[in-house]
DNA sequence: TCCCAAAATGAGTGATTACTCACTTCGATA
DNA sequence: TATCGAAGTGAGTAATCACTCATTTTGGGA
């Protein structure tokens, strides 16, 4: 783990509760073995001694192992959307956006910083949302439902303007978000190792979808 | 676990080796198990009650559980990628197919069937690839090197053709691979439930991939 | 300096883990 | 039908698991 900034990242979320040193050492090491072995396959002796913490002080803070995966892999999920909550998107639509590209272009630049610090605890998110019913239904209930819903007021709003095709909003949202997503999951963890000219990928991505969705033509 | 074909599959695979009944119930309940709560939290134990064997009986025939694993996992891949190798891709470019598009097409509707009957399978391949490096080697030196070759090839040939945009073969790929994946994803992994028109999906996907990145216009 | 609640400790708990092995059963062949 | 290797068994193993708790350490206010 070359680089930690995820760490004040996902601290600062947490800053109210005034974690104490061992506190945040105990989430550091969590972060780190959760993302290395998988959740299942961690357990609470050897984030103990990666913390350099005794195993109980691991079960003062957190009555379950699950506790501890639910306080990590939780506060991010909020943060995920947050741009989208703070600034009502109707106003984002009526005053800052002339055009849909305009917008994505916005979103994936102000998206890519935060998933860039904030990999690991992704990471995990992806891994064990399939297997914890609580993680799935948070997830789908206050991420993904808000996500969707907004999303699409936004395409709606730009189909009406006669910028986009006419098609059904889900499937515009679809083939939009499996573009943008790929390019991060390629760049991020599929090909971390890549030389990637992001300017240019993203770019070409931007021009695929409006291409690829621009009012020319009905179906 | 309503639909079990892909157990008569796996196990076509794996016919020459001549699996006896135990054998083949063993495989059957790692595979649900597996693909339930993931390898790390699936214990022998309870596959061994679910194929409705002793422990000992699994050991027989597998040394260790990681064998087990890889020994579902395995086979599935080389079957992933085996219509892109039986019909040797030059002569499919040639002869079958005068459009990308056509291409695409026969790729989506060859595999669809394929998915649709090893789903467990392949969502323990993807669950755990990240955690074991022999299984990353395997599917990225065997499968993914050669899919991708093949790939670029048949992208290059169209671009010659003057049928697809000037643009880095890698961009392409990687525009058209999101595209179809985040089909597939869509619909068997992130919302299996909700009701597809599958045609029309598929057709706006390629409909899509088209629009985006036929030879109009360059960059 | 004393005090005390919160923080931290680490030995200890029973349950569960992957895996072993001496033994029994099975089934094809001679 | 007798034989023999492979298939199957299940009690047993040491290690590890998540978690507990009586006890000690810590740090800030009086």
Known sequence: MKDQEWLAEILQVKDEEKLTDKQKKIIAAAIEIFSEKGYSASSTSEI??????????IFRHYKT????????????????????????????LKKDFDHFEDFLRAMIENRREFIKNNLPVLKILLQEIPFHPELKELFMEHIAKKLYERFKRVVEHFQKKGELIDMPSNSVIRLTASSIVGYLLAKYILLPDARWDDEKEIERTIAFIMHGLGAKQSF
């Not at 103990?48 to 002080?57: C, F, I, Q, Y």
């Not at 990590?72 to 009502?88: C, T, Y």
């Open 48 to 57: 103990a001694k990666r913390a350099g913490v005794a195993e109980g002080t």
């Open 65 to 92: 192992k699950k506790e501890l995966l639910i306080s990590i892999v939780g506060p991010i999920m909020a943060k995920l959307i947050a741009p989208f909550i703070i600034r009502d998107v109707d106003k984002v």
